[in-house]
């Protein structure tokens, strides 16, 4: 593959990068191991991946990911590294190569939400996150091409709303048992020997995953071994999890097989489903000694790797009628359970009228954090204006309520609004002796009373606003990996937490960055940026706004003359003028 000297030359300065060009170089690698991986060529396979991890090209990806896409909190791991300038960036792009060793990674605890648990995270250092994103550039297309069509977590394209609609379309015409279960420390208890041998890839490269796995982790200054597990926090360490849970699928498929009856293989292995996303998984089947015998089968096949069910989250329910107790079940935040209905409700199939209908609603414990949350916010903001309380509410409103915009959340808004109201006019009798201040606080917006918003026409968004639209689940064989843009980039603006304006500019822009001219994939990071800067005059306008990734914004802001350069001592100092309302980032969950 011939490159042109730009890409060849590794003194040239990062902001004179070819994007666009790095870009397609390296996906044009990606693309062809996925082929080689899907057509069975281990050869291709581990040939094209030590070219990409040698590719300058790649290389400079993987740098970029890990120092300027970076959306996290900068986090340094044993070296105390928190940022790179884009000289030190250049030189770390020099020195990435697989040397088969690693540095500790820093123990840093950070709380589970809803829970008075810690979880411990394994930070890694700059140049370790780097080689690790350059390797995962190389795995990940293989593995996509094999990982079990019923796997969604930690992969891109797919989403925890796949999965739901996933179960959805598994009972949505029969009442099923299942088996609602968690695995133990999932992170933290993986096999390094197990895990290694089912990575099967080349020395080199074997050699450097173990370097990462046995490395160690420095905890408040006191080193300790790590014999097992693969440390959260690392850029590589959600995929090497996915490779050591593949297989769970195809292992209770093998077991239906074997199941009596007339119907045909093919028929058994459909009528039981397993679906996972990450560490969480449902086994679902109309017979309950089926789901018994599972749960025993799963229990064994994950002992070989050193996983175990968590107790606590393990059961076993039916989706229509109490079985043990329990009906119905929670799956990533969602509470799905079916309910007896009269004819003229009920849905019907091919056999007749069911006699009940499906409903996936937002848990109720979610819907009690998403509350508390809220309610902290109104108590932490008594003496602020108003307009700061709408503006810290409006994005947690939102976001929370597009995140259940797929399933049948009306009745939750509805009381999510009514208590959130109550909250609000508690907030405004303290602030005003009793009173309300109706005429202060509440307007009369359109065709809405009592709308709490400011003279100047801020409103707080409502959660019953949020339109309710289905999600269509990915198709089980696609992949970003295939090439087929059209299809991810629309995919994009339907998922349900992009926001409307983001969705908006995607369809505008037929899913292009107006910069660079490449298409939106799934794991990109997206701004909307003002074309004319708001520190220049510009509107805050829909004709004034484009999508641009992450780097090409920052490439645009920094020859837009939205900067003001001073300077100190010889050096440069960069600062921004624009609003921070021009930065809205997207993130996938």
């Known amino acids: 593959m011939k490159k042109s000297k730009t890409l060849n030359n590794q003194t040239v300065e990062w902001n004179q990068i070819n994007w666009r060009k790095v870009e397609r170089l390296t996906f044009k690698l990606q693309k062809r191991i996925f082929q080689a991986s899907e057509r069975g060529d281990v050869k291709a396979v581990r040939k094209l991946q030590k070219t990409l991890i040698r590719s300058w090209s790649a290389k400079c990806i993987a740098v970029r990911r890990v120092t300027q896409d970076n959306q996290g909190k900068n986090t340094a791991g044993v070296d105390g590294q928190k940022s790179l300038t884009p000289k030190q960036r250049i030189n770390l792009v020099g020195k990435l190569r697989l040397t088969g060793k690693a540095k500790p990674t820093r123990r840093v605890n950070i709380p589970k939400p809803g829970t008075t648990e810690t979880r411990p995270l394994g930070i890694p250092t700059i140049s370790d996150r780097a080689l690790q994103a350059l390797v995962k550039l190389a795995l990940e297309p293989e593995w996509e091409a094999s990982f079990e069509p019923n796997s969604y977590g930690f992969r891109p394209g797919r989403s925890c709303h796949d999965a739901i609609e996933a179960i959805f379309t598994t009972i949505n015409q029969k009442a099923k048992y299942v088996l609602d279960a968690d695995i133990a420390k999932c992170f933290d208890r993986i096999n390094h020997a197990a895990l290694l041998k089912k990575i099967n890839t080349f020395p080199t490269l074997r050699k450097q995953v173990k370097a990462w796995l046995k490395a160690g ?261 696609s992949s970003p990996y295939d090439g087929n843009w059209i299809y991810w980039s629309k995919r994009r603006g339907e998922y349900p937490e992009t926001p409307s304006r983001v969705a908006k500019l995607l369809k505008r822009q037929k899913g292009k960055c107006t910069h660079c001219g490449l298409y939106f994939t799934p794991i990109d990071i997206v701004e909307v940026d003002h074309i004319k800067p708001t520190s220049l005059g510009g509107k805050n306008t829909y004709d004034n706004l484009q999508l641009l990734h992450k780097h090409c914004h920052d490439i645009k802001t920094a020859n837009d003359g939205s900067l003001t350069r001073t300077y100190d001592k010889g050096k440069v100092t960069e600062e921004r003028n624009e609003a921070k309302v021009s930065r809205s980032v997207l993130k996938e969950r």
């Open 217 to 477: 982790v420095l905890d408040q200054g006191y080193p300790f071994p790590t014999n097992e597990g693969t440390p959260q926090g690392g850029v590589i360490s959600p995929l090497l999890a996915n490779i050591a849970l593949h297989g769970m699928e195809e292992r209770v498929k093998q077991y239906a097989e074997t199941l009596k009856g007339n119907e045909s293989k093919t028929i058994k292995r459909q009528s039981l489903s397993l679906i996972r996303y990450a560490d969480d998984f449902v086994i679902i089947h109309k017979d309950v000694n089926v789901i018994q015998e599972c749960q025993k089968i799963i229990a064994n096949w994950l002992s070989d790797i050193g996983l175990e069910l968590k107790p606590s989250k393990t059961r076993l329910t039916h989706t229509l009628d109490k079985y043990d107790g329990n009906v119905g079940f929670e799956f990533l935040g969602f509470h799905i359970q079916q309910h007896k209905v009269g004819n003229y409700r009920s849905a019907s199939n091919r056999y007749g009228v069911l006699g009940f209908c499906t409903l996936i609603t937002p848990s109720q414990l979610k819907l009690k954090e998403h509350l508390k949350n809220l309610a902290e916010v109104i108590d932490t903001h008594k003496t602020a204006p108003q307009a700061a309380l709408i503006s810290k509410l409006n994005p947690i409103i939102k976001g929370w309520s597009n995140y259940y915009s797929t399933v049948s959340s009306k009745n939750t808004f509805s009381k999510a609004d009514m208590l959130t109201y109550s909250k609000l006019r508690a907030w405004a009798k303290s602030r005003g002796e009793g009173s309300i201040n109706k005429d202060k606080y509440w307007r009369t917006v359109g065709d809405r009373n009592w709308c709490f918003s400011t003279e100047e026409g801020l409103e707080l968004a409502l959660h019953g606003a949020t339109p309710i639209v289905r999600h269509t689940k990915t198709k089980n064989t």
